[in-house]
T-cell receptor, first 116, second 111 residues
């Protein structure tokens, strides 16, 4: 069984559109994250949620809105897509907010977003 | 910003040990060293972590210098499937948890 899954795997869309990426984890973890990997391969955290509560928001534009309907899901909605939003978006989860050194993050397979 | 520096790339022959160095000279006493890797187009994968003692698991060994300013990840018998970007991360394991990735080392294992 896939621990952290994301849909879709690929997303191609036009500038100005609104799109969503979904993430689900079946590990029973309390914390979920969104990371962005740009064209230069830099991987940077965007958001983290713990028990459906927003914990980290790393100065991400307001066009990005995460939503956590329950602990197992963290979706990313993006409004008014721009060319610079093209990237690979990774979802991750961990048991808690890093409360233990063994609390590692498990990553999903990524969603490659291309904005034309 | 990442608190670690790593070589941009390294090569290793299949079956040989791959030794990946990492400098973290500003590490503080309660920060751990973590290693993740990212195989092409996949999500990062946890490998190992340590505080000050050497650590070993089924994937790799981690050697941390006594002053904790640097460490080395060792893949004892590299295979072609170990070709990936390896990230060394200094992590404060409590409070808000976020992984700060640097540029990593691209390890190429060749036959």
């Amino acid at each position: 069984d896939t621990a952290v899954s994301q849909t879709p795997k690929y997303l191609v869309t036009q500038m100005g559109n609104d799109k969503s990426i979904k993430c689900e984890q079946n590990l029973g973890h309390d914390t979920m994250y969104w990371y962005k990997q740009d064209s230069k391969k830099f991987l940077k955290i965007m958001f983290s949620y713990n028990n459906k509560e927003l914990i980290i928001n790393e100065t991400v534009p307001n066009r990005f809105s995460p939503k956590s309907p329950d602990k197992a899901h963290l979706n990313l909605h993006i409004n008014s897509l721009e060319l610079g939003d093209s990237a690979v978006y990774f979802c991750a989860s961990s048991q808690d907010l890093g409360g233990s050194p063994t609390d590692t993050q498990y990553f999903g397979p990524g969603t490659r977003l291309t904005v034309l | 910003d990442a608190k670690t520096t790593q070589p941009t790339s390294m090569d290793c022959a299949e079956g040989r040990a791959a030794n990946l160095p990492c400098n973290h000279s500003t590490i503080s006493g309660n920060e751990y060293v973590y290693w993740y890797r990212q195989i092409h187009s996949q999500g990062p994968q946890y490998i190992i972590h340590g505080l000050k003692n050497n650590e070993t698991n089924e994937m790799a060994s981690l050697i941390i210098t006594e002053d904790r300013k640097s460490s080395t990840l060792i893949l004892p018998h590299a295979t072609l499937r170990d070709t990936a970007v390896y990230y060394c991360i200094v992590r404060l394991f409590y409070n808000t948890d976020k992984l700060i990735f640097g540029t990593g080392t691209r390890l190429q294992v060749f036959p």
